[in-house]
């Protein structure tokens, strides 16, 4: 990292408000200097700001300004905490993703998707197998601590067809 940021400066900057995202970032401390890269770090899962980012500056001078001026600024409502970094300190990974826009992705639409597919005969036989086993093994269990219990277990139930209708693919009925 140092070869190819020679002259530059980092500033992290960390207890950033939720509400303060990389577009105010870029303009807020583009007072300073030409900023290069600016990394907010992110959730993963849910896509907010953790509240710290690292902002590359094309000169180290501004950058050391950048540390020293907004440190302890107070910015709706926190005190920012900023530092300067030496090139030397940061990471080679620290700026992997900066200047690009963060896609949230949606959980419940991947699970649901997930949840919903239709089962093939393998996978349906293997969760049926799975549950005659629990049941067996329950049952045992009753057996062991001297309970004399029936119940209707999955062995009695018949396992159903599935009811999702899957349609053939257009193309592929038209291709043969």
Not at 1 to 8: A, P, Q, R, S, V
Not at 25 to 48: P, Y
């Amino acid at each position: 990292l140092d070869k190819d940021y020679k002259g530059m400066g980092v500033v992290y900057v960390g207890h950033i408000p939720k509400s303060f995202q990389e577009n105010e970032m870029k303009q807020f401390f583009g007072q300073f200097g030409d900023i290069l890269k600016l990394r907010l770090s992110r959730s993963k899962k849910t896509a907010e700001s953790k509240g710290y980012a690292f902002i590359l500056f094309e000169d180290e001078d501004v950058a050391k300004i950048a540390a020293d001026t907004m440190n302890n600024y107070i910015l709706c409502g926190r005190v920012l905490k900023c530092q300067f970094i030496p090139m030397n300190k940061v990471h080679k990974d620290t700026f992997k993703g900066a200047n690009r826009t963060f896609k949230k992705i949606d959980w419940q639409r991947k699970h649901k998707k997930v949840h919903n597919k239709v089962k093939t005969v393998e996978e349906h036989q293997k969760t049926v197998k799975r549950l005659l086993n629990k049941d067996e093994k329950r049952r045992r269990r009753f057996a062991a601590l001297g309970i004399d219990y029936q119940f209707p277990g999955y062995s009695l139930t018949a396992p159903k067809k599935s009811s999702k209708i899957v349609f053939e693919d257009i193309a592929s009925t038209e291709e043969e």
